[in-house]
Structures are given as C-alpha cells and as structure tokens.
C-alpha cells in the first residue's frame, strides 16, 4: 500500500459487506415467501417489506462498494493522498446510518414508498443522500484536482458525478403516474444501465492494468471505447421503460433500437478483459482477484447484455413486460456487473490493505464458482418460468394466481439457488476477512507484493 488514506477503503467495504450479507439474507426470506406463503406471518413480515430490504440493501452495499474503491484507488491515480480523511469518515457514517434508519423503517411500517420501486427511502435519508454524495464528490474531486489526472479518474469521476445528479430525480414525485415513472427511470436506468457503467470500466481498467502490467494508454484506449459505447446506448436505451407508460409510440423504435446496442459496451468489456490478460502474460500471484475481474466482465456480458436483449424489443417485451423473464435478467445484469466488480476490487485490495500475501486463494475463488452457480442456475430457472407464465398468462389469458400455481416447481428450484448463493456470499465474506495463521506470519515478514 502507497498511501495512508488507501485505509479509507477498509471501513466503506466493511460496511458493504455487513449489507451485502443482508441482502442475500432476505434474498432467501423472500425466495422461501413465493414456496411457503404462510410460513412467514405476512402481518409480522411481508413480501413487500422484504423485497424492499432486499433491492435496497443491493443498491445501499454496492454504492458503499464505488465509494470504498474510490478511495483505494484515487490516491494511486492522483498520486497523493485523500484531500481529507475526517469528511471521508463523516460521509460514511451519514450514509451508511442513513442505510439503517429506512431499514428499521421498513420493517417497522413507519414510513415507505411502496410505488417507487429501489426509490422508498424517506424524505430524510434521501436528504442525507444527497449531503453525504456531496461531501464525497467535494473531497474525491479536490484530491484528484490537487494531483495526477488520468483517463481513469476521469472516467470515474464522471461516474461518480452522474450518480450524485440523477439521483435528484427522485426527490420529483408527480402525482401523474405516467410522469413520475418518466423521471423514475432517470434514476433507475440512467444509474444502472449509464453512469454506473463508467464506474464499472474505471475500476476494471485499474484492476487490469496493476494484475496484467499492460501499459496505461493501450487500458486508455479501452476505457475510451468502452465509455463512449456506454453513453451512446444507455441513455436513449432509457427508451425500452417507455413503452407502456403512456409515452409517445416513438420510444418504442427508439427504445428497441438503442437498447439492443447496449450489449456493445458489455461485449467490449469481455474482449478488454481477456485482451489485457493475453497481452500481459503477466503472473501475479493474486489469482482471485483476476478470476472475479473477467468473471465480472463474462457474467455482466449475459446478464445485463444478452438476458437483457431477450426482451428488450417492443414486440416481445409487449408479452414479457412484468414477468419472471425480467427478474432472471435483472439477477444476473446486477451480479455480473456490479457484485462481481465489487468483489473483485476487494480482494485485490485487501492484502495490500493489511499488508499481506494475498491470502485464501482458494476458499476466495471457491466462493465465486458458488457464488456465480447459484446465480446463474437462478437465472436459468427464472428465464424458464417467464417464458411460461409468458405463454400461459399473456398468451392463453390464464388468471395470474392460476399461472403462478403451475410456477412452483421453478420457484422450489429458485429457492434451493438462493441458499447456494448465500453460502457462496458468506465464503466470500470469510475468505476475505480472515487470513490462516501461517499467511499472517508471512505478511509480519513481507508486505504484499507491489502490483
């Protein structure tokens, strides 16, 4: 580790990973909900809550996720240190009790926004939100401004402002339905399928460049076409929400046009991936780190790139809109492009945080083979359950609980996924925290090895 405040990191990944436990936790509450509907009082702990907790709790860790590699990895860029350690603190401490205060309020009924789907947060938290994102784009902005820029920080930076903008939108709540979906899907999509796209290629490019040793401007040129591809497809690639709100027909050609492109990005960042690799012929000794990376790029590729296109075209999503085909898309573009990237950050990371060899290869990369079988199979079996509620409930004009009936055996079989995807989460958790005593005799003799 070059830089003191690189620490900053450790606590907004801790934190992370306390709230990614969470999720998958209520991720099976809620699989174990659609098999055992009265198993879990609905007056004590209903669906809606824990759904809520869940989508929340993933946006919550993996935002916790950008900001903890932002402060890892500014500083190597900047060459300098974090502009002030005490406002890096401060805002994660805002954000993150913010976090738990809508989480007790959930699952108190004291407060929630049920319409507005990863939006429910209070008027308060969001407040809380939007200072905590100031402060951190004021003190990441001043330490790059003060130091080196590259194409790297750039592109972070414009992610990292992107989020904090769109995220405005969802203070605007238009008591028109139409309207306010409109503007919903500026945070929504524009975040997921936008800005937070750049992150993902900033942290990606500076995970390949330090594992593979590839020289900065042939990573630049990638990060450059990658981003460009991203901006160009995502933003009227907003166009495929439009279809059934009550917006013009015209977003149904542009919507399916500029949304089918949106698995160029994807695409680009495979080749990237395993271009850098071959090209580095470099053999470092973190090999967890480099398996979630391409695993990252591979997985974010199907998920959000080819399980998105399934779908994405007006005339198949006038039948698929709603159904279990996009929850199978959603799992896997989520997990693929933001979970894996986050994990891989991580475990590049934290021997150099703790001064270590990189240690627990092997329960580390055993816990992404777990972890992407159990979501991958999920998304499987979710894919095979939406092509037949499809065919049954849209086609044949089946009733909707008749239709989820004849689902139960893919929900079973979603549900024995989650408890595979949460032991692959708790591997991770502990592959990555806690060294075997050898490593940590080692690490007292040699710091981890420079990248």
Not at 194 to 200: I, K, N
Not at 207 to 217: A, C, F, H, P, Q
Not at 311 to 325: A, D, E, K, R
Not at 420 to 429: C, D, H, R
Request: proline share 4%; with cysteine.
């Amino acid at each position: 580790m070059r830089y003191e405040t690189q620490r900053i990191a450790q606590v907004y990944w801790l934190g992370a990973l306390l709230i990614f436990a969470v999720q998958v936790l209520f991720g099976l509450i809620g699989g174990t909900i659609y098999v055992l509907p009265n198993l879990i009082s609905p007056d004590i702990l209903p669906f809606n809550t824990v759904r809520m907790i869940h989508t929340n709790a993933m946006i919550v860790w993996l935002l916790l996720g950008f900001f903890g590699a932002a402060h890892y990895l500014i500083p190597e860029e900047a060459e300098r240190e974090i502009y002030s350690p005490k406002l890096a603190y401060i805002q994660f401490a805002i954000f993150f009790l913010g976090a738990l205060g809508a989480v007790v309020g959930y699952l108190f009924h004291i407060y929630a926004d049920h319409a507005r789907s990863y939006l429910q947060q209070p008027m308060w938290v969001k407040l809380g939100i939007i200072v905590a994102a100031l402060i951190f784009l004021f003190n990441i902005s001043m330490t790059v401004l003060q130091g080196r820029k590259t194409a790297i920080t750039n592109v972070l930076l414009l992610g990292l402002w992107g989020i904090a903008i769109f995220f405005l939108f969802s203070l605007y709540n238009p008591a028109n339905l139409a309207l306010d979906k409109m503007y919903w899907w500026y945070v929504v999509h524009l975040w997921v399928e936008g800005v937070w796209e750049l992150v993902m290629a900033s942290i990606l490019a500076f995970i390949m460049m330090k594992l593979t040793g590839v020289d900065r401007e042939v990573v630049e040129k990638w990060l450059y076409v990658i981003v460009a591809t991203s901006l160009f497809t995502g933003v009227l690639g907003t166009g495929h929400h439009y279809y059934w709100i009550g917006a013009p027909a015209y977003w149904q050609w542009i919507g399916s046009v500029f949304s089918s492109l949106e698995v160029i990005p994807f695409f680009g960042m495979v080749v990237f991936c395993f271009a850098m690799v071959w090209k580095g012929r470099r053999d470092h000794p973190n090999k967890a780190a480099l398996l979630w990376s391409l695993g990252c790029s591979v997985l974010a590729f199907f998920g959000a790139g080819v399980w998105g296109f399934l779908h994405t075209l007006s005339s198949v999503n006038y039948y698929t809109h709603g159904t279990q085909v996009t929850a199978a898309h959603g799992h896997l573009a989520f997990y693929g492009a933001y979970v894996c990237l986050n994990l891989a950050i991580m475990s590049y990371a934290f021997p150099h945080l703790k001064n270590r060899m990189p240690y627990n290869q092997v329960l580390n990369m055993a816990s992404f083979w777990i972890l992407s079988s159990g979501v991958v199979f999920m998304t499987v079996v979710l894919t095979f359950a939406g092509v037949l509620q499809t065919h049954l409930e849209r086609v044949n004009g089946m009733p909707y609980m008749d239709v989820q009936e004849q689902l139960g055996f893919f929900y079973l079989l979603r549900l024995g996924a989650g408890f595979v995807t949460v032991i692959g989460a708790l591997l991770f958790i502990y592959a990555i925290l806690v060294p075997r005593e050898q490593e940590v005799i080692a690490g007292d003799m040699k710091p981890a090895p420079a990248a």
